[in-house]
T-cell receptor, first 112, second 114 residues
Framework: SQQGEEDPQALSIQEGENATMNCSYKTSINNLQWYRQNSGRGLVHLILIRSNEREKHSGRLRVTLDTSKKSSSLLITASRAADTASYFCATDYSGSARQLTFGSGTQLTVLP | NAGVTQTPKFRVLKTGQSMTLLCAQDMNHEYMYWYRQDPGMGLRLIHYSVGEGTTAKGEVPDGYNVSRLKKQNFLLGLESAAPSQTSVYFC?????????????FGSGTRLTVV
């Protein structure tokens, strides 16, 4: 069973707007990661946030983690057409044997 | 750096045929993984390896076998392909354990079983 679930499943915005995607998970985690997948390509690692961190930034990306609500959000500011992709959260949950569990993803479309 | 290279990129098999998917990484990563990606289901772990000579089952291992004879290579085998194995297969590698490091993914193998 999948640990993380993204919301919404699909998101369409105009270029320059901010995009927010959410991830909910079920059990305690060690860390949570976000990945991007362009159509027909492999996943690319974006950012990792540890269970003892609440917020992390990387360029136009901002990730938050709320362990009490078992949720995370990924904010992409000033979106560009090139940000069009699927975004996945992946959880490394406590007790797992060295593997990440991926959600089903959010399909982001940025319209020019 | 090539990163993670998967071969082949595309393949069509007939039911009952066998094949091997090859994953090669040049980053000296200890950990390697095989996932399958199906529409609406995200990625599901098939098998993984925590080092040369080791393999372990993931979430959906049935119908697949793996081998890690060399640190840089991780092979995924289908002994008798079934239509349910039609999917996109991704190999990934990581430096450390327990998801403490980001995974590096290959570009995928699109397999169709008819």
């Amino acid at each position: 069973s999948q640990q993380g679930e993204e919301d919404p499943q699909a998101l369409s915005i105009q270029e320059g707007e901010n995009a927010t995607m959410n991830c909910s998970y079920k059990t305690s985690i060690n860390n949570l990661q976000w990945y991007r997948q362009n159509s027909g390509r492999g996943l690319v690692h974006l950012i990792l946030i540890r269970s003892n961190e609440r917020e992390k930034h990387s360029g136009r990306l901002r990730v938050t983690l709320d362990t009490s609500k078992k949720s995370s959000s990924l904010l992409i500011t000033a979106s560009r057409a090139a940000d069009t992709a699927s975004y996945f959260c992946a959880t490394d949950y406590s007790g797992s044997a060295r593997q990440l569990t991926f959600g089903s993803g959010t399909q982001l479309t940025v319209l020019p | 750096n090539a990163g993670v290279t998967q071969t082949p990129k595309f393949r069509v098999l007939k039911t009952g045929q066998s094949m091997t998917l090859l994953c090669a990484q040049d980053m000296n990563h200890e950990y390697m993984y095989w996932y399958r990606q199906d529409p609406g289901m995200g990625l599901r772990l098939i098998h993984y390896s925590v080092g040369e000579g080791t393999t372990a089952k993931g979430e959906v291992p049935d119908g697949y076998n793996v081998s890690r004879l060399k640190k840089q290579n991780f092979l995924l085998g289908l002994e008798s392909a079934a239509p349910s194995q039609t999917s996109v297969y991704f190999c990934a590698s990581s430096y450390g354990a327990r998801g403490d490091y980001g995974y590096t993914f290959g570009s995928g193998t699109r397999l169709t079983v008819v």
